[in-house]
Each structure stands twice: as C-alpha cells, then as structure tokens.
C-alpha cells in the first residue's frame, strides 16, 4: 500500500469559490490521512489560497501531503474580466452566467488531465455536472461533493421537484415544503428568483446537476449523521442517494497553523487575536462574519456597527475589505475609541475556524453558509442567522426550527444583502437573545452538545455505533468479489478480501 504508485489515486474538482474549496482541501486531507493519494485539480489564481490552505507537510499535524494540478480558466472566451476565477472576484451578478460558461469549458482541459494521470476516481462539486460523464469515459468513479448538508439537499430536491411556491397566493405566504419531514415552512420571497425560473439558466444547471448526481456514484455529504439522522436516511431512503457524512471536514484542522492558514491570508496576526481573545470570559464573544462573498452596502454596515455597540456585548467583527477612506460613512463617529475594550474589526480575512474554536467565543452571527453554519455548530455556539439567498434560508430553518439552537434576525427575502436592511434594533435583540438569560442558556447548552457529537463524528480509529457517520455498514463501499469457481481462484479472492 505504501508505494506512491499502488496508492488508490483520487482527483479533486473543487468549485471556485471559498466555500467549497476549502472543505474540498479538508475532504482531500481525510483521504490522505487514510494512504489516498489526493490530487487536487484548479486553476492558476485560485491555485494559492489551495496551497496555503493545504500547508507545508512538515507544519501540519499529519505530515500529509496533497498534490495540485492546475488548468487555464477560460476569461477571455467566456467574457469575463482576465483573472476572474473565484466567484467572490465577480463583481456584477450579470457576470455570474458567464461564470458558469466558463465552468463548462473546463471540462475538457480536465479530460486531458484524466486522460494524462488515469485516477482511480473523481471527486468533483456538484456545478461540474459534466464531471459524471467525463469520469466514465475513463473508466472510473465519479462521486459528488457538493458541501451541503442532508436538511437543504432534501428541501431543494423537493422545491425543484414539486414547485410549491407555484401555487401560492404572494410572496409572503407561508407554505409547507412538500415531502420533507418535520412540516417545514417557506415563503416564495425566501428562495432565490433564480431558483424559481423554470426557463432560466439555474433551472438547466440544477436539472443537469440532478442527472449528474443520479447517475454517479454516491455523494460525499459534509455533515454528520447524528446532526440529522431524519434527513440523511430521507435523503438516501426516499430521494435515492447512495451516501456517505464523513463532516464536519473542517475538524480534519487540528493544529493551530492548519486553522489559521485556511483560506486567504489573514487581516489579522492570529497571535493579536488569539491574545485579544484570551482576555475574555469563557463565552462573552460574539463573532460575526457573513462569509467570503456577502459585501453589505454601507448603510447596513452602519446599522450592524449601531446594533453591537447597543447590545453591550464583546465582539469580533469581520467587515469584507473596505476603502480606508470611506470608512467614515459607515463607521459611526469614535465608533472604534469607544469599543477598544469590547470589540475587535478585522477588516478582510478573518482566521475563522481559530476564532470560532477560541473558548472566548460564545455566540455567532452568520449567513448561514453551509460551512460557516457546521462550524458554529462544531463549535458548539448558539447563531443569530442571517441569511442572504442560496441554501441559506434552508440552513437557517435547520438551525433555528430543527436544531434549535439559532434565533433569526429577521430577514424575509432572498438577496437582502442588496436591498432589505435589517435595523439595529433588531441586531440588538437577536444577539442579545443567543448571549444573555435563560433562552440562550438553554440554545448554548444544546449548542454545546452538538459540538461533542460533531468531535465524536471525526474521532479516528474507532469503530462508531451502527448507524454512525463513517461506520455505517450501509454507507461502507461495498465491493462484491466474485471468484471462479476453484481453490487456485477461490483462496486467493478471499485472501484479496481480507485486504479490502
Ligand atoms: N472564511 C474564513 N474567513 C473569513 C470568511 C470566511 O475562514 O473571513 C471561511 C469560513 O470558515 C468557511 C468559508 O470561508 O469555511 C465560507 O463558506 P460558507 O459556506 O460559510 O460561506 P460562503 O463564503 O460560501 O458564502
């Protein structure tokens, strides 16, 4: 097994954006840590943050080492501007179809790579539905990873396959999620428009998507069984995945410079804010991030800096990067002077999974990305949730209704990062609802004990229960051997078998 060249050789195709990079470098290191060798396959300007993310084999805690390839990302022919190859460097949402044009094109510079290294086995995102068909060409595995957990695949199979919101009266009116367990409610102004267009181009991608997904070989889901049994089993038994929770991927961080250098480089020195933190009372932080793509406009910036100083309570702030001098429209006067004690702005990159980890840390106001949100949740803290559009709202509704460890802001409409501001008062009370009384003793206590069974979900080298994440004789790979029918052929398959 040891010989890099009997290694089972397994390509990664993460999507370009943070958010699915960075989990894919996570799954990639969970492979790697198991005798994989992984490859992981993106293009030239998104090649840094990889690197930087997977760290040098000697500086992290496993000694594991992950291999690039790259393949030119098509700009110019898609028409976008030359070294647009992240979706948070898009900077019109008209862009984002050229965005996906380009995605298209990139299968057959990743044939050629196939066609050149012979992988054992594809992993690629869920936007690569030609990935499936790409795999097979060459014989092998396609599986999906798509960075979403059970609870939002299952509610938007059943939104793209039974259009509830078609039969409502307004955008406001609530309406059960057709098929998914747990009576869960929606309004048509919660799902992206995009989403909603049977003509448009997401409803071809997502079609596609679905195909794709059904016709390969499984899905890696990034999440745990035990945090949603009832919509892991729903989305295997009634919507007919073959699946495998092997998350919270993020936890495969385990050393300090792993955490730290995840992503972009930091704004901040992880030392200054590791002090900073240290300072403070086990629990008495909120962080707040709203990910690696949301840019609020500056009158909500000035709501959110208005609804902290309100509520009195510690902060870390992260502000996506800001012009020095237009700071003074959204910065309220002396906003800084007067906060130095209680808060911290990192205005950039912030060190996301060192800051969530910190003790300090005891509440988290977020979008509800996929990632963000299982790492609150891996970190056993209550959120205030914040959703922007995507499978945000999906996310949110799993905090808050199922898990119960969330308080909502408020917001009612998908794409709110660009129109409906929330109000200070209302930051002001939902964060004070998840850091003070009762409530939030109750959330932090539930919250608490998620992040235990989110540790116990990754813990290596132990056999879990029967229906546990990785252990699961159901989402085990199962090889049938078939051996012809003589001692010479019979004792060595079984030989073979003990091996696998
Ligand atoms: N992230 C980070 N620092 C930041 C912003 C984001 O480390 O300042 C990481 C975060 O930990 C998460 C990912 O970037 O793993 C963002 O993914 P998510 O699904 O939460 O949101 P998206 O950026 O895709 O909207």
């Known amino acids: 097994m040891a010989c890099e060249n009997q290694k089972l050789h397994v390509f990664f195709l993460p999507f370009l954006a943070q958010g699915h990079m960075l989990p894919t470098v996570d799954l990639a290191r969970l492979f790697a840590a198991r005798g994989v060798k992984a490859t992981i396959v993106t293009t030239p300007h998104n090649l840094p943050i990889i690197s930087r993310t997977i760290g040098q084999p000697k500086t992290t805690s496993h000694n594991i080492i992950i291999n690039t390839l790259t393949i030119k990302f098509p700009s110019l022919e898609a028409g976008l501007p030359e070294g647009c190859e992240n979706a948070d460097t898009i900077t019109s949402p008209s862009l984002y179809p050229n965005f996906f044009r380009a995605i298209q094109l990139l299968q057959e510079p990743l044939e050629q790579l196939l066609l050149h290294h012979h992988p054992d086995c594809l992993i690629a995102n869920m936007f690569f539905p030609w990935a499936t068909d790409s795999a097979a060409k060459f014989g092998i595995p396609r599986i999906v990873f798509n960075g979403i957990g059970s609870f939002a695949l299952s509610a938007l199979e059943h939104m793209r396959l039974h259009k509830p919101y078609k039969n409502v ?12 367990p747990g009576e869960i409610k929606i309004t048509r102004m919660e799902i992206p428009e995009s989403f909603r267009d049977d003509n448009g181009q997401w409803a071809k991608i997502s079609e596609a998507m679905c195909e794709a997904e059904l016709k390969s070989f499984g899905v890696i889901v990034n999440s745990f069984y035990e945090l949603e049994q009832v919509y892991a089993d729903h989305y295997k038994n009634v919507l007919g995945r073959k699946t495998w929770h092997v998350g919270p991927v993020s936890l495969s961080n385990r050393d300090m410079k792993e955490k730290a250098n995840r992503g972009k480089e930091a704004s901040i020195d992880e030392q200054e804010c590791l002090k900073w933190l240290d300072s403070k009372q086990p629990d008495s932080v909120l962080y707040i991030s709203f990910g690696s793509m949301t840019n609020f406009p500056k009158p909500q910036l000035k709501e959110i800096a208005m609804g902290l100083e309100a509520s009195g309570q510690n902060f870390i702030w992260v502000v996506r990067s800001q012009k ?43 979008h509800c990305g996929w990632n963000s949100t299982l790492e609150g949740i891996s970190a056993g803290v209550p959120m205030v949730t914040w959703p922007m559009g995507a499978d945000q709202f999906y996310n949110q509704k799993f905090v808050t209704q199922v898990l119960g460890i969330g308080v909502a802001v408020g917001v009612k409409k998908s794409g709110s990062s660009e129109g409906e501001s929330v109000e200070k008062e209302a930051i002001e009370n939902a964060v004070n609802k998840i850091m003070e009384g009762e409530e939030a003793i109750e959330m932090r206590n539930r919250a608490k004990k998620f992040g235990k069974m989110a540790k116990e979900a990754v813990k290596e080298g132990e056999l879990k229960n029967p229906n546990s994440s990785m252990a699961s004789g159901n989402q085990k790979l199962h090889i049938f051997l078939f051996p012809f029918l003589a001692q010479g052929h019979m004792l060595p398959m079984v030989d073979l078998a003990r091996l696998f």
């Open 169 to 180: 009266s307004s955008d406001s009116e609530p309406f059960v999620i057709p098929s998914l």
């Open 324 to 366: 020095e001098e237009e700071e003074k429209e959204w910065l309220p006067e002396g906003f800084e002077k007067r906060m130095e004690e209680k808060g911290l702005i990192i205005r950039g990159w912030a060190p996301q999974l060192l800051i969530l980890d910190h003790e300090a840390v005891g509440g988290f106001v977020t």
